[in-house]
């Protein structure tokens, strides 16, 4: 049974930094294209970041530069560094994965696919910036 479990929420100040885990468990994750997502009450689910299983790596345009999502194949954890937070990422994040693709060519640079294109989910944790 495919198990993701979110930890390292939490409250900070804005400019200030937190890194997400996702520790995954029923599967080898090397597999999986896997990503995070964020979802404030009220609004659709968005995708942040993804990576895929050869390392290739794709951004929200709202989190470039300040976000950096990484993967542990022999952790079975997947990863993200949030820097330079501000008030408008607060959120609760997922992290999620799928057997398919979740990194996407758009032509002129990678993107995140949508939240439709994955398949295994966590529970969810909480990140409140305050500014």
């Known amino acids: 049974q495919v198990q993701l479990v979110e930890s390292g929420g939490g409250s900070v100040q804005a400019g200030e930094s937190l890194r997400l885990s996702c520790a995954a468990s029923?599967?080898?994750?090397?597999?999986?294209?896997m990503g995070w997502f964020r979802q404030v009450q009220g609004k659709e689910r968005e995708g942040v970041a993804s990576?895929?299983?050869?390392?290739?790596?794709a951004y929200a345009d709202s989190v470039k530069g300040r976000f950096s999502i990484s993967r542990d194949n022999v952790k079975n954890t997947l990863y993200l560094q949030m820097n330079s937070l501000k008030s408008e990422d607060t959120a609760m994040y997922y992290c999620?994965?799928?057997?398919?693709?979740?990194?996407?060519?758009?032509?002129?640079?990678?993107?995140?696919?949508?939240?439709?294109?994955?398949?295994?989910w966590g529970k969810g944790i909480l990140v409140t910036i305050s500014s």
């Open positions: 029923g599967y080898s994750s090397s597999n999986y294209c």
């Open positions: 999620a994965a799928t057997r398919n693709t979740c990194v996407r060519w758009g032509g002129s640079d990678w993107y995140v696919s949508p939240q439709r294109d994955m398949d295994y």
């Open positions: 990576i895929n299983n050869v390392g290739i790596a």
